[in-house]
């Protein structure tokens, strides 16, 4: 395992002082270790939080509050951070149970992302803030080629609300069009309706990331109607 912690810590460009934390840090509560990486999953979460909150705030001198925290909320999530976690290969690295291995653990959008705060939580409680923030900075510029207003703004549900409510008077509707798979690899198909139009449909693996892509989608069909 010395070994495999060495590639993950070439991929960090970091090296831990004390191989235990590290360790914790990539242990799954299904491990029953009786240790886990939770403790350092929640502090992770808020050092995340505020260094990319800084980095957007000197990014964007002249984006207001609001603008910044729909910016800091579309890359503080659990998809973001599971794009990050993919960049280090983290999944691979995981201490999980047989059973979670069984059900695709290494590849759990949830699972790896709470695994990244983890790993951030402790590079920040072994190095501190300044030594984290390097790191963070580094993947997010591998993860997001472009960081301006346009590329790094996901939330599309609500710039699609505010669009249909400026130009219709009218807040989105969406519905559940179909689910599929079992229990721990659902696919749901989700629909968004303005006025009893269905603009568009799209799958994720949550609802709520079914709607997002139905968003978008719905976004691009207004704007093609102008």
């Known amino acids: 395992m010395e070994n495999n912690i060495k590639i ?6 970091y090296q831990f002082k004390n191989q235990n934390l590290i360790i914790e840090a990539l242990t799954h509560k ?16 808020a050092v995340l939080d505020l260094v990319v909150g800084e980095f957007l705030y000197h990014k964007f ?4 509050e609001g603008e910044l925290s ?18 280090l290969n983290l999944g691979d690295f995981l201490f999980i149970s ?46 997001y080629p472009q960081i301006d207003l346009e590329s ?20 989105p509707d969406y519905k559940l069009v179909s689910s599929s798979g079992p229990d721990h690899k659902k696919e749901f198909e989700m629909g968004v309706e303005v006025m009893g139009e269905t603009l568009a449909m799209a799958n994720g693996k949550t609802k709520k990331e079914a709607q997002q892509k139905a968003a978008q989608k719905a976004l691009d069909v207004l704007k093609a109607k102008k």
């Open 61 to 64: 001198p002249n984006v207001d």
């Open 152 to 171: 790094i703004f996901k939330d599309y549900k609500t710039t699609l609300q505010e669009l249909t409510q400026a130009k219709f008077g009218v807040t």
């Open 30 to 45: 299904s491990y029953k270790a009786g240790y886990n990486n939770e403790r350092l999953e929640f502090l992770g979460d």
């Open 8 to 13: 993950l810590e070439k991929s960090l460009d």
């Open 98 to 143: 047989t059973a979670e291995e069984n059900n695709n653990g290494r590849t759990k959008s949830s699972l790896l992302s709470n695994s990244f705060e983890a790993v951030m939580g402790a590079i920040y409680l072994e190095s501190g803030l300044t030594t984290l923030e390097k790191i963070v900075l580094r993947l997010l510029e591998m993860a």
């Open 70 to 87: 729909k910016m800091r909320a579309s890359l503080v999530n659990e998809r973001g951070f599971e794009k990050l976690s993919y960049l």
